[in-house]
């Protein structure tokens, strides 16, 4: 790297670190990232960047213009955490609380959130600090609600597109990372195409007839439909699903029906998501849940609904520019330290800039070595290694000379 950047890197390592503690300990739900977003904003501004607020409701984007003109590249970092009540015993632990889905729930940065943030105005400071090696435009993309708007309103990458964010200057191309807690710091992951897979959520309505629980010949029973509907869709996968071309995931999250134990109720209601890596089969497995929600429940005396909502696409990291780029994350990380991973059933929403401009999503690595176990992404223990987030600084900054210094 260039001794001077190596230099200011070094220089804001423990800063880096500081601000993802602060906003571990100061996590905001999807769409509510009020604090946050104003403290992202007051660095921007300090760094003489030009800073716009309030984009997808509380997201914030700052643009940096390089001393010679060329292409424009877009850094994203998402910045909304989860209704998760942590269980680590840190000294900036989360003890916030709020409400989700009208449950009083804690809230955590329980899946890296908070370091992507760090990472993003880290890299910020580095660049505003060395603009006469920036040939072209920078655009820092700081996300709310990557982890769904709540029910009933839009937010996330969708509103941020909508709202015009990869325009007015037009992003050629765009980077994002995503610490990982099983990925030993120092490391990177990456793979060409299918990266992440697309997320649908839905929703089965169930109805019966409500009857006394000693009668049940009297009625029509929602909780049995329901798991037979459970049961049929699983089928889909292990019998209709051609695994070896892809992963594919049925989960039904979340079952809500009844009020007393001896009332077989008049309705059920299933969540769940589906995850897919391949366009055809996604229509497919769509296509037989409906059906087979809708015939298993007239079989049974019952009737049914699905409503679906797509929440990702297949995060897909362009072929051409990821091999334009690879050689970047292997002179920073060092190329043993470099690796190519399996694709995997998470979703991400950086999808759907990815389906814009050209992007190159890959995983930073945050746990620290010889970790038996780590513990996964969204739960309560969850834990990353700060030492982890320098590499994320150095891969970003460089990422983005080196691409805008070889057109």
């Known amino acids: 790297m260039d001794k001077a950047l190596l230099k ?21 739900l999807s769409n509510r990232e009020y604090k946050t977003a104003e403290a992202i ?31 424009v590249v877009a850094l994203r970092a998402d910045i909304d ?37 760090a990472i993003l105005m880290g890299v910020a400071e580095v660049l505003s600090k060395n603009t006469n090696l920036i040939k072209g435009t920078v655009k820092f993309i700081f996300q709310p609600a990557e982890e769904g708007p709540p029910p009933g309103e839009e937010g996330g990458a969708k509103l941020m597109i909508k709202e015009g964010v990869l325009k007015d200057p037009d992003v050629d191309v765009i980077f994002g ?48 439909i329901s798991a037979k509907i459970i049961d049929g869709f699983q089928t889909i996968i292990s019998r209709e699903s051609d695994l070896t071309k892809e992963a594919a995931v049925i989960t039904v999250g979340k079952i809500t029906s009844g009020v007393r134990f001896n009332i ?16 055809k089969m996604r229509d497919h497995i769509i296509r037989r849940m409906t059906e087979m929600a809708q015939d298993i429940a007239k079989a049974y005396g019952g009737s049914a609904s699905i409503e679906w909502q797509n929440n990702t696409a297949v995060t897909f990291n362009d072929p051409d ?5 690879l050689p970047t994350l292997q002179k920073i990380a060092g190329k043993e330290n470099v690796s190519l991973m399996n694709a ?3 979703g991400e929403d950086f999808s759907f800039f990815q389906e814009i401009v050209p992007g190159l999503y890959f995983y930073l690595g945050g746990m620290t070595p010889g970790t038996a176990v780590p513990y996964p992404h969204h739960t309560p223990d969850f834990i990353i290694d700060d030492s982890g987030l320098t590499l994320g600084v150095k891969s970003l900054s460089q990422l983005t000379l080196d691409y805008l210094n070889n057109q």
């Open 81 to 117: 955490a989860l209704p998760v009540t942590e269980r680590n015993d840190l000294p900036f632990k989360s003890t916030v609380t709020d409400t989700f889905l009208g449950t009083e729930t804690g809230v955590m940065h329980a899946c890296g959130h908070d370091a992507h943030i």
């Open 177 to 224: 990372l995503h610490i990982n807690s099983g990925t030993e710091v120092g490391t990177i992951k990456y793979k060409p195409g299918g990266m992440m897979a697309a997320v649908e959520r839905f929703v089965v309505t169930v109805n019966g007839k409500q009857s006394h629980g000693s009668a049940p010949w009297t009625g029509v029973d929602p909780i049995l």
């Open 8 to 28: 200011d890197i070094k220089d804001i390592e423990d800063q880096v670190i500081q601000w993802r503690r602060y906003f571990h300990e100061h996590p905001e």
């Open 321 to 325: 520019l990821t091999a334009q780029m």
């Open 264 to 279: 077989i109720p008049e309705s059920a209601e299933l969540i769940g998501t589906v995850r897919t890596l391949d366009p």
């Open 344 to 346: 995997t059933t998470g």
């Open 41 to 71: 904003a007051k660095h921007l501004r300090s760094l003489g960047l030009e800073v716009t607020t309030e984009v997808a409701k509380t997201g914030v984007v700052g643009i940096l213009k390089g001393k010679m003109p060329g292409k």
